[in-house]
T-cell receptor, first 109, second 113 residues
Framework: RKEVEQDPGPFNVPEGATVAFNCTYS??????FFWYRQDCRKEPKLLMS???SGNEDGRFTAQLNRASQYISLLIRDSKLSDSATYLC??????????FGTGTSLTVIP | DAGVIQSPRHEVTEMGQEVTLRCKPI?????LFWYRQTMMRGLELLIY????????DSGMPEDRFSAKMPNASFSTLKIQPSEPRDSAVYFC???????????FGPGTRLLVL
């Protein structure tokens, strides 16, 4: 079983829509969770960390469900500039981090 | 700071040749990671260093791959001999605890013919 699993999509949504991605992880001892964003032919960049109590950054909301071992990312009022691949990241042993294969989002005018 | 620097940005080589990828982490960061990204397998951790010491190389595919970090500002990933299945984008990233954010370089796009 993979450490981190994501629905690859693609998700194609109209501008202004709300879209949500989920990601499941296998290691119940994981403590750190993140969402990264990767634009086409670019490097991944941190979008936001995911805290136990959930956290919000503008139009983006991240949540953690430890019981079911998944994290989610909600994007409200989608913009064209949100089009990218979103990578779920979970820590493992030591300082090792496992990346999901990514969920592709395209926001359509 | 210039961020993580990788070279070359693109590499095209023939099967059997040696390939050397280079990385300069962000100054002051004491963790350095090498990743490989393909469409099929996504982003895979190959090896990571802490204070120039390799901590976990379990992701290195086979003996053809080797990585070194001779000092805090430089690391190399070497493939010898290269094979077509090594074609991928290779990323280097660095971080500095307690901030666990990994800062990625622009990557090296490797094509082995």
């Amino acid at each position: 079983r993979k450490e981190v699993e994501q629905d690859p999509g693609p998700f194609n949504v109209p501008e202004g829509a709300t879209v949500a991605f989920n990601c499941t992880y296998s290691n119940s001892a994981s403590q750190s969770f993140f969402w990264y964003r990767q634009d086409c032919r670019k490097e991944p960049k941190l979008l936001m960390s995911v805290y136990s109590s959930g956290n919000e950054d503008g139009r983006f909301t991240a949540q953690l469900n430890r019981a079911s071992q998944y994290i989610s990312l909600l994007i409200r009022d989608s913009k064209l500039s949100d089009s990218a691949t979103y990578l779920c990241v979970v820590n493992g042993a030591g300082n090792q981090f496992y990346f999901g294969t990514g969920t592709s989002l395209t926001v359509i005018p | 700071d210039a961020g993580v620097i990788q070279s070359p940005r693109h590499e095209v080589t023939e099967m059997g040749q040696e390939v050397t990828l280079r990385c300069k982490p962000i100054s002051g960061h004491d963790y350095l990671f090498w990743y490989r990204q393909t469409m099929m397998r996504g982003l895979e951790l190959l090896i990571y260093f802490n204070n120039n010491v390799p901590i976990d190389d379990s992701g290195m595919p086979e003996d053809r791959f080797s990585a070194k970090m001779p000092n805090a500002s430089f690391s190399t990933l070497k493939i010898q001999p290269s094979e077509p299945r090594d074609s991928a984008v290779y990323f280097c990233a660095s971080s500095f605890p307690p901030d666990q954010t990994q800062y990625f370089g622009p990557g090296t796009r490797l094509l082995v013919l």
